[in-house]
């Protein structure tokens, strides 16, 4: 069964902090591994990471993994009240788990002024 | 494009009653699929579709069903609601070459089962 886990759950932060969340997985022949950005409403799609050791990068949103020690990062530098959300860390498999995301329980960030 | 859209976004039902969620894509996607998302669970996948006429179990099925008969839209259906059905329920799709990763989320809909 593949499995997901972030940490830490929840954040609090003030505006201006950089923040790492982290992921770690467990899947069947692992072919992606995505982040999405929950605020009130649907997730938004961030990142979708395939290959180890290669940045990705959004203006102050950043994310790398590492398939060799099964974990993900994604970093927030400069933080703004705006980056308060959940943050959510899915990953897909390929085989038997083909296009079926399983999700980690998210983030909470909390960004304070 | 109106993208991923649903309805209706709040519901209230009584244990046993039926009802049916709507989820709809103008984006010619292939895979569509549907989790919902409980207060400290993340979101799981209760079934999902890699096109018209073809379904499959996600990581909880049980007491819903779902159909495809067009590529466009993918109803989830609740056969007698319990209150553990109590949930916001997300419809995504994702595109062909994507194959099931880059999905985009329709806005969700909020069931109480009472």
């Known amino acids: 069964e593949d499995k997901v886990v972030q940490s830490p759950l929840s954040l609090v932060v003030h505006e201006g902090d950089t923040v790492t969340l982290n992921c770690s997985y467990e899947?069947?022949?692992?072919?992606?591994l995505l982040w999405y950005k929950q605020e009130k409403k649907a997730p938004t799609f961030l990142f979708m990471l395939t290959s180890s050791g290669i940045e990705k990068k959004s203006g102050r949103l950043s994310s790398i993994l590492d398939k060799k020690e099964l974990f993900s990062i994604l970093n927030i530098t400069a933080t703004q009240t705006g980056d308060s959300a959940v943050y959510l860390c899915a990953v897909q498999g390929s085989g038997g788990s083909n296009y079926k995301l399983t999700f980690g329980k998210g983030t909470l960030l909390t960004v304070n002024p | 494009n109106a993208g991923v859209t649903q309805t209706p976004k709040f519901q209230v039902l009584k244990t046993g009653q039926s009802m049916t969620l709507q989820c709809a894509q103008d984006m010619n996607h292939e895979y569509m699929s549907w989790y919902r998302q409980d207060p400290g669970m993340g979101l799981r996948l209760i079934h999902y579709s890699v096109g018209a006429g073809i379904t499959d179990q996600g990581e909880v099925p049980n007491g819903y069903n779902v159909s495809r008969s067009t590529t466009e839209d993918f109803p989830l259906r609740l056969l007698s609601a319990a209150p553990s059905q109590t949930s916001v329920y997300f419809c995504?799709?994702?595109?062909?070459?994507?194959?099931?990763?880059?999905?985009?989320f329709g806005p969700g809909t909020r069931l109480t089962v009472l």
């Open positions: 899947v069947t022949n692992f072919r992606s």
């Open positions: 995504a799709s994702s595109p062909p070459q994507a194959r099931g990763d880059t999905q985009y």
